[in-house]
């Protein structure tokens, strides 16, 4: 059974750090890219950094800086340190593992961000 279970969210003032990982079972991790997604209140899910098999990361525009996405294979766990939080930084956090013909996803923790 596949699971991914994220954590490491909850509530930080501006400028704050949190620490987000994705802890992943029954999936062949090491051969899977791994994304965070994030979806705010009222708005559409959307890529926020991702990590393939290679470890070659990309990040979207408004996180490039500020947020890190790393890998342990040996844990099969993914994480996303993020730094100089911004209270637009505030959304649910979806940790996805992609093989392009299937994914899954774990049922995101939330990060909320006080101005």
């Known amino acids: 059974q596949v699971q991914l279970v994220e954590s490491g969210g909850g509530l930080v003032q501006a400028g704050g750090s949190l620490r987000l990982s994705c802890d992943t079972s029954?999936?062949?991790?090491?051969?899977?890219?791994m994304g965070w997604y994030r979806q705010a209140p009222g708005k559409a899910r959307e890529l926020v950094a991702a990590i393939n098999s290679g470890s070659r990361t990309n990040y979207t525009d408004s996180v490039k800086g500020r947020f890190t996405i790393s890998r342990d294979n040996g844990k099969k766990a993914v994480y996303l340190q993020m730094n100089n939080l911004k209270p637009e930084d505030t959304g649910v956090y979806y940790c996805?593992?992609?093989?392009?013909?299937?994914?899954?996803w774990g049922k995101g923790t939330l990060v909320t961000v006080s101005s």
């Open positions: 029954g999936i062949m991790f090491s051969m899977y890219t």
């Open positions: 996805k593992a992609d093989l392009g013909w299937k994914d899954y």
